[in-house]
């Protein structure tokens, strides 16, 4: 083993810099890499550490595979007036979502709400970037994508799941949006990968072992399967992921997906399914008693000492932006 | 106390028969009766007894409360080409259900996806009755509602959330729909009540008392604080039904809908989101192949002994059905 390398600190425009140009180097078009440095970029300022940076090895991992096409350009068609499909061209997602936004904004603006199917797309990142993104245009984000069939569901012994996040982003009108990003499995996919690289024995509500048994052993619950969160209701969560960002809209199910990556260990190809609505158009002249009404339920929270979702991710978030 | 009196066996024209007069005696116009009863004979048939007979209950006692008027006719607005609203003025809310329902699949078939906002209606029901009634149109439905602010938000030790249920449906070419329906508190609050009832104690994750500790008394229960299921993500779900069935549709969240009841012990009032999606909108002329993907995955789940959420429901409906 080498020396454990010195700590270097970079700024955010010199690490958006190095994964971009990493990115391009293993032969990813100037799109897709921007697209992609920028969310890992907010991943790493965020303190995601496995969102960060470390998913750069997952990407050039899955485009050394073949099976991503680097230089993908995505398509948008129109599927009914409340529903838009973006087809990915097996690229990475992130390009993808970016241009079907504007179609998809637009979409609830005038329809109060839609759906954006993005398909056949290689996936790796987190969905707190997507939602936020919708947020910041002041509509409600929801979304979803299954990934490979890791997860057993309740009572069951073998991976038929994702780890299939849901994530929601609620526009304030003043600082963060309301976020919530997690998966329906107890544990993100990439938590395990981490204690596992660092031999770091994980808790035995996490996974099962390959004979369907509770493991503390990280690779040996990579070799089993993970389980739910919250038992039957986050396997009952799971599963609508399946159908909603799955069967729904015409792409792989996390079964399907596993087979699609036949060992090669490529991000996971699937599809996502993103919602977006407009308060605006929901609550009229309202709107602002709307926000108002939101802010409540917020101060309800905190003045108790409870957190709101993603707070410990905006207070890295400022403690970066001021360092 | 009364002596126990001796079981009755009735069948469900007589359930039915039973709690619409026993609806129409206190004043509950014919419409609405029916409506009720629909639900309350379905809640005993699929043996939910916290949503069956017993829920009479507590609709006579919100109408002797007088803050429900049992006659009210719901009125429907078209909000945007996506979106409509009925407002159920201040009447109970499954007869509002019904009469929003058929403009709302209506939507969904034109627009992909489409929202029906419920206002100012009484709660006390389970939402799978509706989403399964959404399924048997061939259509995905997905349903949530806050109630009281009976539970706390993770990490604290007061009421903020209702216990904001969260149902969904999956439309199958054979046999029921894939439906979940579940409280996104640890469990419902007509369990506790059951419990309480009963005099039986409590798991000690349901719930804490006045005092923000976890009791295993369920009198203690109802008086304190309710726990969200699966930790700081339930309590996002919790926060994210305040957000859209709250906020978003211009209606009270649980803890101004506490706050309204006033201690007068009626059913809550407050609104109700119900999103209904067009599989065969989504997916065309690949409308089968997007079916037979949703039941491979179903097959995956039973073919290893785990059991479908609802299926425990449905067998009772079998039971009840071939009696």
Request: hydrophobic content about 45%; glycine content about 10%.
């Amino acid at each position: 083993m080498a020396e454990p390398a010195e700590d270097v600190a970079l700024s955010l425009s010199e690490l958006f810099d190095l994964a971009r140009r990493a990115l391009v180097l293993h032969g990813v078009s100037a799109a897709h890499a921007e697209a992609i440095a920028r969310v890992i970029t907010q991943g790493q300022r965020d303190e995601c550490h496995s969102h960060g940076l470390y998913r750069l090895l997952g990407c050039v991992r899955s485009v050394r595979s073949g099976k991503v096409d680097p230089r993908a350009e995505p398509t948008v068609r129109d599927v009914s007036p409340g529903v838009l499909a973006v087809d990915a061209h097996y690229g990475f997602s992130l390009l993808a979502f970016e241009t079907g936004l504007p179609r998809l904004a637009e979409k609830a603006r005038t329809q109060g709400i839609a759906a954006m199917a993005i398909n056949r797309c290689f996936h790796f990142s987190a969905l707190w970037p997507e939602v936020e993104t919708i947020a910041a245009q002041g509509l409600v984000g929801l979304a979803m994508n299954p990934s490979h069939s890791w997860v057993a569901p309740a009572g069951g012994t073998r991976g038929v799941f994702g780890t299939n996040p849901i994530a929601f982003a609620w526009p304030r009108a003043q600082g963060h949006p309301f976020v919530f990003d997690f998966a329906t499995s107890a544990i993100a996919r990439g938590d395990i990968e981490l204690h596992a690289r660092e031999g770091k024995p994980i808790p035995p509500h996490w996974a099962i072992d390959r004979d369907g048994q509770p493991t503390t052993d990280a690779r040996a619950a990579l070799d089993g399967a993970m389980q739910t969160f919250g038992g039957h209701k986050g396997s009952a969560l799971a599963a609508m992921v399946e159908l909603l960002a799955g069967a729904l809209i015409g792409d792989l199910t996390s079964m399907e997906s596993q087979a699609f990556d036949d060992g090669a260990g490529a991000s996971p190809c699937h599809g996502e399914l993103v919602i977006a609505i407009d308060p605006q158009r929901f609550l009229g002249s309202d709107h602002a008693a709307g926000q108002a009404r939101a802010e409540s339920l917020f101060d309800a929270i905190v003045d108790q000492g409870a957190r709101l979702p993603s707070q410990r991710r905006f207070e890295a978030r400022e403690r970066c932006m001021t360092r």
